[in-house]
């Protein structure tokens, strides 16, 4: 495994996004819905940053299983139970990848009839895009390369690293032939 951003790395960059987001939304009260698993450690250290009123929501989709490719439709595992009308809804993520994700759920998030919705992630990993999708916020970009630590995982492991790390095709092997 590779490192490839320091745990004080990604302190300084999530400073940074709290800072716009605090900026963009000055008292506007705002409900983060993250989405589980992967962001919440990024939701934890991100919302003690916001100065403006926040409410956390959780919602858990379902795009991977043990593989690194999405699997092309993310399942709704666990959806809200409150309803969301008239908030201003960010909706974080662990990594903006295909863009499936938010995509489907941003469309989901509507029918609450919010009065906004944007989107927040960890890492914009944009090689691999397949809808047209950018993040309102995004604390680190990175072109490629399959990820895990600070939440992020390969089949359940590797979340609880301090550090994100790019996972080589050994590691891969490893994991399939332990
Ligand atoms: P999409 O492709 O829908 O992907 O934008 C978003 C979801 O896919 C997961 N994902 C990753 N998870 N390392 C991970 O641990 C990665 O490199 C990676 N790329 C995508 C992620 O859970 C996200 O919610």
Redesign the pocket.
Known sequence: MKLLFSKEVIARRIGQLAARINRDYGERPVVLVV?L???QLFAADLCRHLTCPVRLEFMR?C??GAE?A?SGC?RILLDLDEQLRDCHILLV????????????LSRHLRQHQPASIRTC?L?D?YE????A?AADYAAIE?QQ????GF????NEQ??NLDAIY??EAEDLAKESHP
């Open positions: 989405l698993k992967g962001a989709v795009s991977y690194t999405s993310p993520d662990d990594i903006l990848d295909t863009g499936l994700t938010l995509h489907h992630v890492i990993k691999r895009r397949q809808v999708i990175l390369g399959f990820v895990v939440g992020m995982d390969y590797y979340r790019c996972l």
